[in-house]
Structure formats: structure tokens, C-alpha cells
């Protein structure tokens, strides 16, 4: 079996909604179906303004009887006071956890083995089982197999030792999902101004066109339906010198989008593209040249999907 590695992700929080009306809150708010939450399974969800654009994303799995969600830690706060908002008078409670627990990333080892997202590496699964402060929560990243695992622990350093991984950086895991072709939402996506199929939502499984209504549900089902998506969030190799996160993509003069996420030791970014401009043009960001790459999971064609408004 090969090496297994482990990144604890600062920039993580966890938040737990819990209460009696917990499962129906939520499912009546995020885009994918909470119903599909079990112990050891995680769904990646999203809450969007009504008018259908991003507004956060986050990983849900259960805690007795309560649900935590794996989120930006950087705007957990703001999710908090979100969820408030739409409150009402459910009978739910939410709870920022974030300065007790800790967000943990596997990757590698058998991980790209496993093509159902509910199974675990072994060495993984020993850990619900062992010491209850290394890990209550473990679960497959839902988005995509070769992504890993996930684990919410108080105690991260000791989680890693018992799952036998070699410790790695924050950095070691986004070069891994960069080249892998999977956007972060704190680096990658822009609250209140990106749609969720832009950054691929629909393709990582984040988004259940088949639930029924959820904030922003109208415009997200009807892009969907009309196969309008004019942007997707694409990898890109990178000739020259590694464009930094926000500079402009041009094709033949013309503005083709923006340049998020890089990895200077792979020469890879991701950058938000115009579809309609970017078949056989020569892409220019800052000095560099960058050549789209269709990630291998994606059924997205690099090109204009319709002339839908």
C-alpha cells in the first residue's frame, strides 16, 4: 500500500447545526439532498443568494444527531449569521466549533482505489474506533475519489500518527487539488458574483437537481436545463512565469477571464474562462501562456455550451 499523507487545513472551520428541525432546515436551504447524510458519508453542498449565485460552500456530516459542516473558516462567522437569518422559528442551534476542532485532509495510500465514496482506507477506519479525541468524524471527500479523505478531530497531530500518515503541508494538499482540477472556494470562487456551475458544482456532485427547492434553486435548475453555462473554473498549464491569483486571461485582445489558484512547482492554475473565447485562441495572463486543460472527471466541453441567455 502506498504512502498515505495528512494535512491539517487551517483555514478550515467546523460549525454544527444541531435541533430537532436540523435535517429539514437545511435541506430546505443548501443544493444537495441532506436526506443522503449518514454517519461516516459526507454530501458537498452550497448555499446560494436567491438570484442563484455562490455565497458558501461546505462538506455535511452527521454527529449525534446534529450535523457538522466543513467549512471556510476564514468566513464561518458570516455563514453563522446566514443560517440565523433564515432561522425563523426552527428549532435548531448552531455552534461554531472551530477553535476545538480541526479539519484534517488524507490523500494518496489506497485513496484513487476507491471509487465509492463510502468506502475507507482501513488505516483510516481504524481511527473511529480508537482514542474518541482523534476522530469522531471520518468520510470520503464526496466530490471526488482521488481527493482522499476528510477528518474533523480535536486532536489533529495525534489523528495523523494513528492513521500511520506521513504529516504534509496545507500547501502539499492545494498543489494536489490544483492538479487534480478542483476549485477552493476561498481561493477560487467569488461570493455573491460566481453561479455554482461555473465552479463546477454540478460535476462534483454538489448540487441535487432532484430534491426539490433549495435558495437559488429556479436559476441554478434553469442554467442547468438550458445548458447555459458561458464560464467553468479550468486548469491550466502555464507557460512562463506563474500568473498571481486575480490576473486578467485575455484571447486575441479580448478579456477571457481571470487567473485564481497556482502551484508554481507544477505549473498549473486554475482560472475562470469564457467558453465562447477560448477554442483555439492563444491566452495570455500577465506574461504567461496558458493552455486549458478538460480535467479527466468532467463531462464540460471546452467550448461555448449554448447561445441560451
Not at 481527493?147 to 494538499?173: C, F, Q, V
Not at 436559476?219 to 442547468?224: D, E, L, P, Q
Not at 477571457?256 to 482560472?271: I, K, N, Q
Request: charged share 25%.
Amino acid at each position: 500500500m502506498s504512502e498515505l499523507k495528512a494535512a491539517i487545513l487551517p483555514d478550515r472551520g467546523v460549525l454544527r447545526v444541531g435541533g430537532a428541525d436540523a435535517r429539514e432546515f437545511l435541506q430546505g436551504l443548501v443544493t444537495n439532498n441532506v436526506d443522503l447524510v449518514k454517519p461516516g458519508e459526507a454530501i458537498y453542498a452550497g448555499l446560494l443568494t436567491p438570484q442563484g449565485k455562490f455565497l458558501f460552500d461546505f462538506f455535511i456530516t452527521s454527529e449525534d444527531g446534529g450535523f457538522i459542516l466543513d467549512c471556510d473558516g476564514g468566513r464561518v462567522g458570516e455563514l453563522q449569521k446566514r443560517l440565523t437569518f433564515y432561522k425563523l422559528r426552527a428549532n435548531i442551534t448552531l455552534e461554531d466549533l472551530s477553535a476545538e476542532r480541526s479539519v484534517i485532509a488524507f490523500w494518496g495510500g489506497a485513496q484513487a482505489a476507491f471509487p465509492d465514496p463510502a468506502s475507507t482506507d482501513p488505516r483510516l477506519a481504524a481511527l473511529m474506533y480508537s482514542d474518541p479525541r482523534l476522530a469522531a468524524l471520518v468520510y470520503s471527500d464526496p466530490r471526488l475519489a482521488a481527493l482522499g479523505h476528510r477528518a474533523i478531530s480535536s486532536a489533529p497531530e495525534a489523528a495523523i500518527a494513528a492513521a500511520g500518515a506521513r504529516s504534509a503541508t496545507p500547501a502539499d494538499y492545494h498543489r494536489h487539488r490544483i492538479a487534480l482540477g478542483v476549485g477552493d472556494a476561498a481561493q477560487d470562487f467569488e461570493p455573491d458574483r460566481s453561479f455554482p456551475l461555473e465552479v463546477n458544482f454540478d460535476e462534483l456532485h454538489g448540487v441535487d437537481f432532484h430534491k426539490g427547492c433549495f435558495v437559488g434553486q429556479e436559476v441554478t435548475s434553469r442554467t442547468k436545463r438550458r445548458g447555459s453555462v458561458r464560464k467553468r473554473l479550468i486548469p491550466c498549464r502555464v507557460q512562463g512565469d506563474l500568473p498571481k491569483p486575480r490576473t486578467p486571461v485575455r484571447a486575441s485582445g479580448r478579456e477571457a477571464g481571470t487567473v485564481f489558484s497556482g502551484d508554481a512547482e507544477t505549473g498549473r492554475v486554475l482560472a475562470l474562462l469564457r467558453l465562447d473565447l477560448i477554442e483555439g485562441a492563444v491566452l495570455e495572463a500577465g506574461e504567461a501562456t496558458l493552455t486549458p486543460e478538460r480535467p479527466d472527471w468532467a463531462a464540460f466541453s471546452l467550448a461555448e455550451e449554448s447561445d441560451e441567455i
